[in-house]
């Protein structure tokens, strides 16, 4: 009976992957790098700071979005999976803008879920389905926190001269969230659907 002998493979040492090396922090979370961007040290820390709670929101509520888009119901479901869905990407993009303006800045910007939720002001919703009502309540009181914070942090930043923080909190974030209000509170309107009803009459409850 023959036997087979088996050789090891020549391995191609220098295309060979480096994987499984150990982790390593070049930068921890909370320390500044300096950037030559024309601003006080301080100011950029402190931009930065002011920054990282307003991602941290903002990831926390274009992941709520994202939970209602999935769980909504109801009459009015196939109008509101689409504007959840279109409120997350908008918000989705926030988060990136701002992510990127902490780094620019010199700063770390959060990113994972465990360490965004240590942050939030945004408390946490249940696990399963509400109905509508409680949905838009939701996302208008997480809105409301978001814009108090990004007006504050906007005013301070004006006052220390850091025009690039003010303008992407004024521009982007407090007009996208202020926009976004407006298109889910209208559904907690009370309104008639098929006849108007008499002066003074309120809609049915």
């Known amino acids: 009976m023959a036997t ?10 220098q295309a060979q ?11 921890p979370f909370g320390t500044m790098t300096r950037m030559p961007l024309g601003l006080d040290e301080r100011t950029c820390a402190a931009s930065a700071e002011a920054l990282t709670q307003v991602l941290a929101d903002t990831i926390t509520i274009r992941d709520l979005y994202l939970k209602h888009h999935w769980q909504v119901g109801g009459p009015t479901f196939y109008e ?13 993009e926030l988060a990136d803008a701002i ?3 902490i780094q620019l800045l010199g ?11 240590e942050v ?13 009502p409680a949905q838009v309540s939701r996302l208008l009181a997480a ?34 969230n202020e926009k976004q209000v407006w298109f889910i509170a ?17 809609a049915p409850a």
């Open 120 to 132: 939030t002001q945004i408390p946490r919703p249940p696990r399963g389905r509400e109905d509508v």
């Open 186 to 202: 209208e559904h907690l309107v009370r309104m008639r659907l098929v006849e108007s009803g008499q002066d003074g009459e309120t």
């Open 80 to 92: 509101l999976h689409l504007l959840f869905e279109k409120h997350y990407k908008e918000q989705a």
């Open 143 to 176: 809105h409301e926190m978001i814009l108090r914070q990004s007006r504050l942090s906007a005013r301070e930043a004006a006052e220390a001269g850091d025009d690039g923080t003010n303008d992407l909190l004024v521009s982007e974030v407090v007009r996208t």
């Open 17 to 27: 992957p480096q994987d499984r090396q150990a982790g390593r922090e070049i930068q």
């Open 4 to 13: 087979t002998t088996t050789t090891t493979p020549a391995r191609a040492t």
């Open 99 to 101: 992510a990127e303006r």
């Open 107 to 117: 700063g770390v910007s959060l990113a994972m879920g465990h360490d965004v939720a």
